[in-house]
């Protein structure tokens, strides 16, 4: 078992990372590198994040692209999303994801499993695209009817200047249906966080509130930033179902277009993953005056605060009750997991670099096992979700990001209509419009990194050979032949699902198998291990 | 329920709109060659999404590190270009990751942007930041031209253009070009050539570096991959065969061209007859003779073919993937008296329908192949809706058709993401041929015991 007296001192490590660094690059880099502290009151140290990658970096991060077409709107079935540039990016993107999806019917849409892509050539790049994208937009109605088609644009888009959003306004007429684009080319932004705001913003100018219908249910809320991988959001559906609230739409897990139009009638937003959708929290409450606050499904005890969270805004005594109720069954099966399973994982220590949410969530399962996260980091978060948000005014925002539109949102003169004053939040015991980010959750001399690279990757895990590493699909190879597991938390090894109640079981259980895998120990040949005298002595008996 | 419910038989003529390629962009081609050189770090000039995709897609191929840096271009960087980003890597990468060999390929952005790369890189060089016997080298890759084919075709024949060359001290090894094939093929093409006693260059080569060992202790740079003195080398070899005409022809033509090797460009040997003209090739190359143990080999083949000839015979093929793979296997699967009666690939190319029709050769008369765009995998499934098959052969992506059909389903070519074997066993050579022949039966007669009624439920085949 690794032990706190055989790691290197934190503060110490940082420069080791960056050691082999040209000392420009080393001084840049130890900005985005902290050792965890906390004051009183709960303020952490300042750390550098969304800022650019240094080229020639092995880093984690994908594009603007990604982050829009590939997390926010990739887990909604019926629209048939079309990616506008050469095929690459199309092809990467396709089914790659694991968001799990459960039509109504047979005859439901579902294009998830479908590819689309202009496919541009040569020709197009010379004389311009916008004529293919017309025709394909045309010969995907035609083949497909559906209710919606999306428009995203790939890297050589913006620079041949294809005005895709006329395009799609122009298709939107000529076929009654809803077409709009995303200006989402890889090189915006920093990371795929660009990508998430640029999603968040079409959803919000072109679907939401476009369907007035109110629903059933009497406790109306939207889950946001749960993209349903490896099912998570079935199990969430289930929760909230026994729990007797209502689920009005999720962005955007197992979702559909509808959903997301009819989104503005609930009366409370959840969100899950603040980096990814934070904006559409936030333009909804400026628009329609539905509030929203920070959940966590990840985790049995994060799970319970959330639905308690929940439970205490709508301030309903038989809500309460079956929520009590629901967590008190859960929680029984679960302990008796956690009692399984804890005594052997107590003590070991785990480091999480992963996306812009899930390095903080898992940090609950791990330590509900007895686990110790002594290294975490996002890929492409910003400050508030490591210092929380209310370093948000503090936030310069810089060359790189300075072009990813800011919707300026007045609320609705019919459709506002505000749920409840921050002064009635606050008697509820409700943040209002929080995330206290990352690191006040974390241990005091925990190392915080953001954008790790694969060079410091490796130099963490020859420091401190932690017991596992969550990381994704391009690190977890890498990091295995140090023989150490790692957890990809992006597609859960296509395992999972690990949110609520059910999920952390799943997840103990898979931790557990992970560290204890008997090939860890086979990793060299007998003849190897063998000590020299005993071999001689075997040898001189034979 | 279907997984692709949208799919019907009714086939219209799309223009605009590519449904479900066969085929994906230049750059990763041009990555997984380069990771088949030694100690050499594939670099992807443009922004750091397309480096993320191409890593991601060849590490779930292989289910190993696939390193590779980017120039990480910002908006700012596609508008006065990307020099200073690659000047900036180049240099970091040379002090991080100590490579021996930083191989730059393109990705649409900076090639819509036009950066000239040989003047980035002779500037690095003029700027002291190419360490002594250290090379940067690079191939265009325009992703809007071609394919990942075409992508993998150009880097290695980078690989000619940058390194060979030719001196007075003739050699009498013989130069393969392997292709577009698996680390277990490039492994397998070696024994094969081995086993003739043929000294060769072989290259690009991954194996050894996309099937590394696992010991606990991570190799960087793992131990596989041509050296570059083995390209410089191939200059002076006594011949080239490339196998695989899309993926090999370039380099070996290049390498007649700068340094005077003539070159045969064969067929990937993949099943009997391609394996047989490889074999033979090799034999009139090295002037030797093909040793007793190859013709028992090639004989457990025909044994196979023959003694289960009935469970293949007349069965309809559905094949997808790239020109080199598809006309090999074509023939392989006529040569079992299967049909290949679809066959589509993404990769553009004339030459492709000129090579299928000289395999079909009339034998298969109601084939219908397609080549380019729009030649996709919903417009062989709309084919297969039409009028089924009984098997298909293509990447992971098949198994959506496969389950909505029923119809038994054969994992080949790129990429493999849910399945492992392709890395560690061949389908080249006779023993390939073998394996092959192994997967097509079981697929085929797993789905017979599936389907078949309990009184036909057979105990022997
Ligand atoms: S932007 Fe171009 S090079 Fe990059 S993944 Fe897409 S198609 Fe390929
Ligand atoms: S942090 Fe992970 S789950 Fe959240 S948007 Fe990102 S990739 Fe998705």
């Known amino acids: 078992m690794t032990t706190d007296n055989s790691r290197p001192d934190p503060a110490k490590t940082n420069d080791l990372l960056v050691e082999a660094y040209p000392p420009k690059l080393a001084k840049k880099r130890a900005g985005q590198m902290v050792v965890n502290r906390k004051t009183p009151d709960g303020v952490v140290p300042e750390i550098k994040a969304n800022i650019r990658t240094t080229p020639g970096i092995i880093s984690q991060r994908g594009c603007c692209y990604a982050g829009c077409k590939g997390v926010v709107l990739g887990p909604t079935r019926d629209i048939v999303n079309i990616t506008h540039g050469p095929i690459g990016c199309g092809f990467y993107s396709w089914l790659t994801r694991r968001n799990q999806t459960r039509p109504e019917s047979p005859e439901d849409a579902n294009f998830m499993t479908y590819c689309f892509s202009t496919d541009m050539q040569d020709e197009n790049i010379v004389f311009g695209g916008e004529k293919k994208l017309r025709a394909a937009i045309q010969e995907a109605y035609d083949l497909f009817h559906p209710k919606a088609i999306a428009v995203f644009a790939t890297c050589p888009v913006g620079l041949i200047g294809d005005d895709i959003h006329n395009v799609t306004r122009e298709m939107k007429e000529k076929l009654g249906i809803n077409v709009f684009a995303f200006s989402c080319e890889g090189y915006k932004g920093v990371s795929q966080s660009a990508g998430h705001h640029i999603a968040n913003?079409?959803?919000?100018?072109?679907?939401?509130?476009?369907?007035?219908?109110?629903?059933?249910?009497?406790?109306?809320?939207?889950?946001?930033?749960?993209?349903?991988?490896?099912?998570?959001?079935?199990?969430?559906?289930?929760?909230?179902?026994?729990?007797?609230?209502?689920?009005?739409?999720?962005?955007?897990?197992?979702?559909?277009?509808?959903?997301?139009?009819n989104a503005h009638t609930a009366d409370l937003n959840c969100v899950m993953c603040h980096r990814s959708i934070n904006y559409v929290a936030d333009m909804i409450e400026k628009k329609f005056g539905i509030p929203w606050f920070k959940v966590n499904f990840i985790g049995a005890e994060a799970s319970a605060k959330s639905l308690r969270k929940i439970a205490a805004y709508f301030q309903d005594e038989e809500l309460a009750a079956r929520v009590e109720k629901t967590i008190a069954e859960e929680l029984a099966a679960v302990k008796k997991v956690q009692d399984e399973i804890r005594p052997r994982c107590e003590g070991k220590t785990a480091m999480l670099f992963v996306g812009g949410s899930r390095a903080h969530h898992y940090q609950e399962l791990f330590t509900e096992i007895g686990m110790k996260t002594i290294a975490a980091g996002y890929e492409f978060a910003h400050r508030d979700?490591?210092?929380?948000?209310?370093?948000?005014?503090?936030?310069?925002?810089?060359?790189?990001?300075?072009?990813?539109?800011?919707?300026?949102?007045?609320?609705?003169?019919?459709?506002y209509q505000p749920r409840l004053t921050w002064e009635e939040l606050s008697a509820r015991g409700l943040p209002h419009n929080d995330y206290e980010g990352m690191m006040p959750e974390m241990d005091e001399g925990a190392l915080v990194i953001d954008d790790i690279s694969e060079h410091e990757m490796e130099r963490l895990l020859e420091l401190h050979k932690p017991a596992v590493f969550c990381a994704g699909i391009k690190e977890?190879?890498?990091?295995?032949?140090?023989?150490?597991?790692?957890?990809?938390?992006?597609?859960?090894?296509?395992?999972?699902?690990?949110?609520?109640?059910?999920?952390?079981?799943?997840?103990?259980?898979?931790?557990?198998?992970?560290?204890?895998a008997r090939v860890w120990a086979l990793m060299t040949p007998p003849w190897q291990t063998v000590s020299k005298p005993l071999l001689n002595a075997e040898w001189v008996r034979a | 329920m279907t997984l692709l419910r949208h799919t019907t038989a009714d086939v219209k003529e799309r223009s605009g709109l590519t449904i479900n390629p066969a085929k994906t962009c230049q750059p990763i081609g041009a990555m997984y060659a380069a990771l088949g050189v030694r100690n050499c770090l594939p670099h992807s000039h443009g922004s750091q999404g397309c480096c993320a995709y191409h890593r991601s897609t060849l590490t779930r191929h292989y289910k190993e590190p696939v390193m590779a840096a980017t120039s990480s271009f910002t908006e700012g960087s596609s508008v006065f270009g990307g020099q200073s980003n690659l000047l900036q890597a180049i240099e970091n990468i040379f002090t991080i990751y100590k490579p021996d060999i930083i191989a730059v390929h393109t990705t649409c952005l900076s090639e819509t942007i036009g950066d000239d790369i040989p003047q980035i890189i002779a500037k690095a060089k003029e700027e002291g930041k190419i360490p002594a016997g250290k090379f940067v080298i690079h191939v265009n890759?325009?992703?809007?031209?071609?394919?990942?084919?075409?992508?993998?075709?150009?880097?290695?024949?980078?690989?000619?253009?940058?390194?060979?060359?030719?001196?007075?001290?003739?050699?009498?090894?013989?130069?393969?070009?392997?292709?577009?094939?698996?680390?277990?093929?490039?492994?397998?093409?070696?024994?094969?050539?081995?086993?003739?006693?043929?000294?060769?260059?072989?290259?690009?080569?991954?194996?050894?570096?996309?099937?590394?060992?696992?010991?606990?202790?991570?190799?960087?740079?793992?131990?596989?991959?041509?050296?570059?003195?083995?390209?410089?080398?191939?200059?002076?070899?006594?011949?080239?065969?490339?196998?695989?005409?899309?993926?090999?022809?370039?380099?070996?033509?290049?390498?007649?061209?700068?340094?005077?090797?003539?070159?045969?460009?064969?067929?990937?040997?993949?099943?009997?007859?391609?394996?047989?003209?490889?074999?033979?090739?090799?034999?009139?190359?090295?002037?030797?003779?093909?040793?007793?143990?190859?013709?028992?080999?090639?004989?457990?083949?025909?044994?196979?073919?023959?003694?289960?000839?009935?469970?293949?015979?007349?069965?309809?093929?559905?094949?997808?993937?790239?020109?080199?793979?598809?006309?090999?296997?074509?023939?392989?699967?006529?040569?079992?008296?299967?049909?290949p009666v679809y066959v589509v690939t993404g990769t553009p190319g004339r030459e492709f329908e000129a090579r299928m029709a000289r395999v079909l050769a009339g034998k298969i008369s109601e084939a219908k192949v397609r080549q380019g765009s729009c030649a996709d995998m919903f417009l062989m499934h709309q084919w297969i809706k039409e009028q089924p098959v009984d098997l298909l052969i293509g990447n992971t992506y098949g198994k959506y058709i496969a389950r909505d059909e029923n119809i038994p389903f054969v994992r080949h070519g790129f990429p493999i993401m849910d399945r492992v074997g392709h890395s560690y066993f061949p389908t080249v050579g006779y023993q390939g041929g073998l394996r092959l022949l192994e997967k097509i039966l079981d697929a085929v007669l797993a789905h017979k015991d599936r389907e078949s009624s309990e009184e036909s439920f057979e105990l022997v085949m």
């Open chain 1, 201 to 261: 913003n079409q959803l919000f100018k072109h679907v939401i509130g476009r369907d007035d219908t109110v629903g059933p249910g009497k406790f109306r809320v939207n889950l946001l930033g749960e993209y349903n991988i490896g099912g998570d959001a079935f199990l969430l559906e289930d929760l909230f179902e026994r729990c007797g609230i209502t689920l009005v739409a999720t962005f955007s897990g197992n979702s559909t277009i509808g959903k997301f139009e």
């Open chain 1, 385 to 415: 979700d490591y210092e929380g948000r209310r370093v948000l005014p503090t936030i310069k925002v810089d060359a790189d990001s300075r072009n990813i539109e800011e919707l300026v949102v007045e609320p609705d003169p019919v459709k």
């Open chain 1, 476 to 516: 977890k190879y890498g990091i295995q032949k140090h023989g150490i597991p790692c957890k990809q938390l992006h597609s859960y090894d296509y395992g999972g699902p690990y949110a609520g109640f059910q999920g952390a079981v799943n997840f103990y259980r898979e931790i557990d198998r992970m560290v204890h």
């Open chain 2, 141 to 339: 890759t325009p992703s809007y031209v071609g394919s990942h084919v075409v992508g993998f075709s150009g880097m290695v024949k980078s690989l000619v253009d940058y390194f060979a060359v030719a001196t007075d001290d003739k050699r009498r090894t013989i130069n393969i070009i392997p292709g577009w094939v698996e680390p277990s093929d490039m492994r397998e093409i070696r024994r094969l050539t081995a086993a003739l006693g043929v000294e060769t260059i072989i290259f690009p080569d991954t194996s050894d570096v996309l099937d590394a060992p696992q010991t606990g202790q991570r190799q960087f740079y793992p131990d596989g991959g041509t050296p570059v003195e083995s390209l410089r080398k191939a200059g002076d070899s006594l011949s080239t065969i490339a196998l695989g005409l899309s993926a090999s022809g370039a380099a070996a033509r290049a390498l007649d061209a700068k340094c005077k090797v003539p070159c045969d460009i064969l067929e990937l040997p993949i099943g009997l007859r391609a394996t047989d003209r490889f074999i033979d090739a090799l034999r009139r190359a090295a002037r030797v003779h093909v040793p007793e143990a190859l013709n028992r080999e090639r004989g457990r083949l025909v044994d196979v073919m023959s003694d289960m000839h009935q469970y293949f015979y007349n069965k309809r093929v559905a094949l997808w993937g790239d020109p080199d793979q598809l006309v090999a296997l074509s023939e392989f699967l006529i040569d079992l008296d299967m049909r």
